[in-house]
């Protein structure tokens, strides 16, 4: 097990090469596949497109499944594949039983499975529990029920405020822009209430109040188990509740803390009730046995708040969203991993680590400014400052290689392997994040990370597909960073993210230790030791002479062994064990 670990400064354990240790985490021996695995996040809109399209489907993942195999991850994580208008991507769904038909069929998700089984790869599916389509069956009930009624209990319908009801019921801001309330008419044609979306207005929110929402979800649950899933990532699991009253907030729409708005005060967020559904989830997860798992997208702070949502009884993951807004900062790095660590082994739990997913620009394009990069939560757009492509890919590399020598789990959002940059020239006609037309193009949206996988250079949209044009146009550059260019290269990204996977199994980092080695956490590079593996990553103008021990991998090529440049990372077995436990 975990051991109970002080974060106080200890300088007795030393390394020869590494100096004085901080020791911070113990060696992880609690049984779980999910502690350790490297899972690889699929937006299956823009993985692969095979009946010819435009849209990525199921046929295609099945298709490129020993691609991944082949890659070293543990795991797949399926977004939104359901029934959907397509309104956010997948994100409002109107059927969570049955697949859409741009994706395919409940047929090919089984292939698709039977495929993933063969190769020894589990699948994780996206759970989406806080809001469905607006052309959910049980929506459309609750538009043709009057105000009290058991079909609009299902939701959150209020009357409006002020004379005639003609103010939303509170000032609740939608996450993609504008209030968080939308009014309907009765079944008389007359207005009505309002129902609450914290999203798009095509996205009510369910009523977690409601016993029936609960036995809902539990029968998508096991619809899902019964055919093979592994477990569930939950879209914005911190929501499902909101308190009693629904009282006035004017912090920012996401709930992270600002002045005077500390995030553990947003009304619409991290409501105690919300561990006792998990509870009840996790029971129904160990119904089919210990391998089954629950991962949640939870964006609360502080950290420690976090550490509620993976107690032995509920979640058995959490995405680490500070991390991820950690970026290059070496202090935040430092800080972020350290209080993980140490606030998810009080309750037992493994940390999760990721840089990239479906809903933030690439690291490969965060990390390409050396000053005021894009704004969370925005895209990049041909008129806004571009990133250095070769800067951003070399540090993303670096970055990369330092999180998955990492004790823990981690995720990966497809195509890092490739140092995909985000697509920034979509013009404004193309765009489909819901963000761009609620905002009036003020912010551009999600859209740039999403841009179809280039597979092979030489075929029609670089291998996405053959048939109509992708969904989003991919970048002309994407051609030169096709997979099947990349798989050919010893110095590709492809090629170092297959080394780091392999050698991070062979050196079990997922389930090692850390401790900080002091002697290289200056202002300006920042190392650890996992077991007898050095982690040493230079972000200084300058290189730095590297320490005594073999080199395992670096993240780019030297132009001098002895060094490591800046905005690199290093591997280095260290001569002797070092006592980090």
């Known amino acids: 097990m975990l051991a109970d670990m002080s974060v106080e400064t200890v300088t007795d354990a030393t390394s020869p090469a590494a100096g004085p240790l901080t020791p911070i985490h113990a060696p992880d021996t609690a049984p779980g596949w999910w502690r350790s695995a490297v899972i690889y996040q699929v937006y299956p809109r823009s993985f692969r497109d095979l009946n010819g399209d435009g849209v990525g489907d199921l046929a295609g993942i099945t298709e490129e499944l020993p691609q991944l195999a082949d890659l070293g991850v543990d795991a797949v994580w399926l977004s939104p594949f359901y029934r ?127 016993p029936a929402v609960h036995a809902e979800f539990e029968r998508v649950l096991r619809f899902w188990l019964d055919r093979g899933v592994s477990g569930f990532r939950v879209d914005v699991a911190h929501a499902l509740v909101k308190a009693p009253g629904l009282p006035a907030w004017g912090g920012r729409a996401d709930g992270c803390s600002t002045d005077g708005f500390p995030g553990h005060e947003a009304p619409m967020f991290g409501q105690p009730a919300l561990h006792d559904i998990y509870r009840r989830w996790r029971e129904v997860l160990d119904e089919y046995g210990p391998d089954r798992i629950l991962c949640a997208e939870a964006n609360v702070d502080p950290l420690p708040r976090l550490a509620n949502w993976v107690r032995p009884d509920q979640m058995h993951q959490a995405f680490n969203f500070p991390y991820l807004h950690a970026g290059l900062d070496i202090h935040r790095l430092r800080n972020v991993v350290t209080d993980s660590l140490v606030a998810l082994d ?206 395992l991998l670096r993240s780019a090529s030297p132009d001098d062994a002895r060094y490591l440049a800046s905005g690199e990372t290093a591997w280095i077995a260290l001569a002797s064990g070092a006592p980090t436990d």
């Open 346 to 551: 009080a309750v037992g739990a493994p940390s999760t680590w990721v840089l990239s997913n479906h809903d933030v620009v690439r690291h490969a394009s965060r990390f390409g400014y050396n000053g005021q990069g894009p704004r969370d939560g925005d895209g990049i757009g041909p008129f806004d400052p571009q990133p250095d492509t070769a800067l951003g890919r070399h540090r993303a590399a670096a970055a990369s290689l330092f999180m998955l020598g990492l004790p823990g789990a981690a995720y990966l959002y497809q195509g890092e392997e490739l140092g995909l940059p985000d697509g920034t020239d979509i013009p404004e006609h193309l765009r489909q994040d819901p963000t761009f037309a609620r905002t009036g193009g003020e912010r551009l949206g999600r859209d740039g990370c999403r841009v179809p996988l280039p597979w092979r250079a030489a075929e029609p949209h670089l291998g996405f597909g053959a048939g109509e044009d992708p969904w989003l146009p991919l970048p002309a550059s994407f051609a030169e960073l096709a997979r099947d260019r990349q798989a050919g290269s010893p110095s590709s990204h492809l090629s170092l993210y297959r080394e780091i996977l392999r050698q991070r199994r062979a050196l079990d980092l997922g389930r090692g230790s850390l401790a900080w080695a002091e002697n290289w956490c200056t202002g300006s590079s920042l190392a650890y030791v996992n077991g007898t593996t050095l982690v040493l990553m230079n972000l200084n103008h300058d290189p730095l002479e590297l320490p005594a021990g073999q080199v």
């Open 84 to 210: 959907s208008p397509q309104r956010d991507a997948g994100y409002d769904v109107s059927d969570y039983c049955d697949v859409d038909p741009i994706f395919g069929t409940l047929g090919d998700f089984d292939v698709m499975m039977a495929e993933s089984h063969r190769l020894g790869l589990r699948v994780i599916v996206d759970l989406v529990p806080n809001h469905c389509s607006d052309q959910h069956a049980a929506f459309q009930a609750a538009l043709a029920a009057p105000a009290g009624s058991p079909e609009r209990g299902m939701f959150i319908f209020r009357d409006g405020a002020g004379e005639g009801g003609h103010e939303p019921p509170n000032n609740w801001q939608s996450h993609f822009g504008g209030p968080a309330w939308t009014r309907v008419a009765g079944p008389d044609g007359q207005p009505d209430q309002w129902y609450l979306h914290l999203f798009d207005s095509s996205q009510p929110d369910f009523n977690w109040d409601n």
